[in-house]
């Protein structure tokens, strides 16, 4: 009896590593499947750093309209699924949000009737703050200002009026600060904005609680205060002048340097005269003249004993009829003088710089 072959085993044979690779091509479409639905939809940024008022009505909005949403504690940032951005952003500007956390935008608005002038101004001057700590938050260091502002009730009197005032608070960055020229260019900032304001009449403080803008006062913590600014300017500016000099003999990252200065702020002041004899100067001129008649006049006393005749037998004596002629005057010329002075003043700089101590130090070779 012969044996029947049949060719179902090779079929079945040659089949196997193609079932294998679709049940691994299913096992890896189920696994991000299961990925993708545990990490839900992709969310997209749809407004940051929003006040709180914002923040507030901008989430009462989104769960109104439906919309699911996250919100960074870090940034003040909210976010929505990435297929739904522009649905959100187009219900939230049909309700006027956000409102941009005042500013000037909310002049615009109509502030209905019955509101006072009291009123109107503080609202003119919480859009000034605003609009002023947009901008100081908008420099790179910088990651949120508020400004307050003190203005004092104006009076009719002149003696009566008063000065403004403002304050300026900045939340910096992480690892940033400002430089004394980007806190001065706040304050100028600040005073130009507002009418009758000096400079010095505004404060700038960080999130630190230190005083940022450097006193113009002349008192004691003033002086000591812009000593030390000086000192740690000139430091800093030493070791990047050293660091820069050494980095391409050693290598980039490869040098650090360290820099004490000690500068002397002590101000010495000298008078000097000096005389110089061959020199004379006339201060005043006095002139004095003397003249005299010669010849006699009348003699004796005056009185009737000498306007009575001579006695007899006495000639009178001849008269030649002519007036005696006047002496030549005598003249005195005095002519005070004084020799020639000189006062100086010197005086030695405020600020000499005694010794400077530096001590680079090799660091590490960088990473390769």
């Known amino acids: ?72 504690p870090g940034s003040n940032a909210i976010q929505v699924p990435s297929e739904r951005v522009s649905e959100a952003r187009l219900k939230l500007a049909g309700q006027g949000l956000p409102e941009g956390d005042g ?31 947009h901008t100081i938050a908008s420099l790179r260091p910088v990651d949120g200002a508020r400004v307050h502002i003190a203005l004092p009730r104006q009076s009719a009197f002149v003696r009566d009026r008063h000065s403004g005032s403002a304050s300026v608070f900045v939340q910096l960055k992480p690892g940033r600060r400002l430089e004394q020229e980007q806190v001065q260019a706040i304050i100028n900032l600040v005073a130009s904005s507002i009418p009758e304001l000096e400079a010095n009449q505004v404060t700038v403080v960080d999130q630190q609680g230190r005083l940022l803008s450097s006193p113009q006062g002349s008192d004691e913590f003033s002086l000591r205060e812009q000593h030390f600014q000086l000192v740690h300017r000139l430091e800093d500016d030493y070791t990047q002048r050293i660091e820069a000099l050494l980095a391409p003999l050693v290598g980039a990252g490869r040098v650090r340097a360290q820099v004490v200065a000690q500068v002397d702020t002590s101000v010495t002041e000298e008078a000097r005269e000096q005389y110089r004899p061959d020199s004379q100067i006339v201060r005043s001129e006095q002139l004095a003249e003397q003249s005299s008649r010669e010849g006699a006049g009348p003699q004796g006393v005056p009185g009737s004993l000498t306007n ?49 101590a530096r001590s680079p130090t090799p660091g590490s070779p960088p990473d390769a």
């Open 103 to 133: 500013g000037f935008a909310l002049m615009t608005k109509d502030p209905g009737l019955g509101v006072s002038q009291f009123m109107e101004n503080a609202r003119y001057q919480h859009a000034l703050e605003t609009e002023l700590a």
């Open 308 to 356: 009575q005749p001579p006695a007899a037998g006495v000639a009178a004596p001849a008269s030649s009829g002519a007036p005696p002629a006047p002496a030549p005057p005598r003249r005195a010329l005095r002519l005070p003088a004084r020799r020639e002075r000189r006062t100086t003043y010197p005086s030695k700089a405020p600020a000499t710089t005694r010794s400077i």
């Open 1 to 72: 009896m012969n044996a029947v072959v049949t060719p179902y085993p090779r079929v079945a044979a040659g089949l196997k590593p193609l079932l294998l690779l679709v049940g691994i091509a299913a096992a890896v479409a189920a696994g991000v499947s299961v990925v993708l639905w545990s990490r839900g939809p992709t969310y997209s940024l749809l407004f940051a750093n929003l006040g709180t008022e914002d923040q507030a009505q901008v989430t009462q909005a989104l769960d109104a309209a439906g919309i699911p949403y996250h919100m960074d």
